[in-house]
């Protein structure tokens, strides 16, 4: 059975910083790109950053561009994001999900974490 | 205000059909695999159709994707009160480098 499990999320300042893990279980963790979303309260999907099954190729939303790292450590089937200088609208659920492995697209993800949620406190 | 354009809410009654529109731009959905989710309150995302048109293993064939230029299309068929929920779509931005989604359009079955 797939598990895509988040953790690390809870109240920070802004200014401060957060760490997000997402264990995987599974599936072959390196054979997969990944991704986050965002969800902040009451309001939609919001692609985050997504990284490649190797690691090597990266990319990110322009509202977190220079702020937030996206990394993995296939040996720990662990997935995580480095959050740095973190702002009011950073407030959100944070969603890790695994790229479907049958599509053509980088879009389209299958299996979803429960989400964790990080509050930043002006 | 998302680079996807969505309208924010559909609604019809049990048994009818209903479409969700997903409008974009030739640097998103024209030239890209559009994907369509769907989100039950308080729950994650959940892939309805990939690549514009393809239903992943047990997705009932009453969910539908097509494209045309740079809009796609959701089609939901005998609705249910089970399909009640926010539907997204989504897809790469070549511009920006970067995946985009819809604002959501929270479906009501009446």
């Known amino acids: 059975e797939v598990q895509l499990l988040e953790s690390g999320g809870g109240l920070v300042q802004a200014g401060g910083s957060l760490r997000l893990s997402c264990a995987v279980s599974?599936?072959?963790?390196?054979?997969?790109?990944m991704t986050w979303v965002r969800q902040a309260p009451g309001r939609g999907l919001e692609w985050v950053s997504f990284?490649?099954?190797?690691?090597?190729?990266?990319y990110y939303a322009d509202s977190v561009k220079g702020r937030f790292t996206i990394s993995r450590d296939n040996s720990k089937n662990t997935l995580y994001l480095q959050m740095n200088s973190l702002r009011a609208e950073d407030t959100a659920v944070y969603y890790c999900?695994?790229?479907?492995?049958?599509?053509?697209?980088?879009?389209?993800?299958?299996?979803w974490g429960q989400g964790t949620l990080v509050t930043v406190s002006s | 205000q998302s680079v996807l354009t969505q309208p924010p809410s559909v609604s019809a009654a049990p048994g009818q059909k209903v479409t969700i529109s997903c409008s974009g731009s030739s640097s998103n959905t024209e030239n890209n695999y559009v994907s369509w989710y769907q989100q039950l309150p308080g729950t994650a995302p959940k892939l309805l159709i990939y690549d514009n048109n393809k239903r992943p293993s047990g997705i009932p064939d009453r969910f539908s994707g097509s494209k045309s230029g740079t809009s796609a299309t959701l089609g939901i068929t005998g609705l249910q009160t089970g399909d009640e929920a926010d539907y997204y779509c989504g897809t790469w931005d070549s511009s920006l480098s970067a995946g985009v989604f819809g604002g959501g359009t929270k479906l009501t079955v009446l």
């Open positions: 990284i490649s099954g190797s690691g090597d190729n990266t």
């Open positions: 599974g599936f072959t963790f390196s054979n997969y790109a």
């Open positions: 999900a695994n790229r479907f492995q049958y599509s053509s697209s980088w879009t389209s993800f299958d299996h």
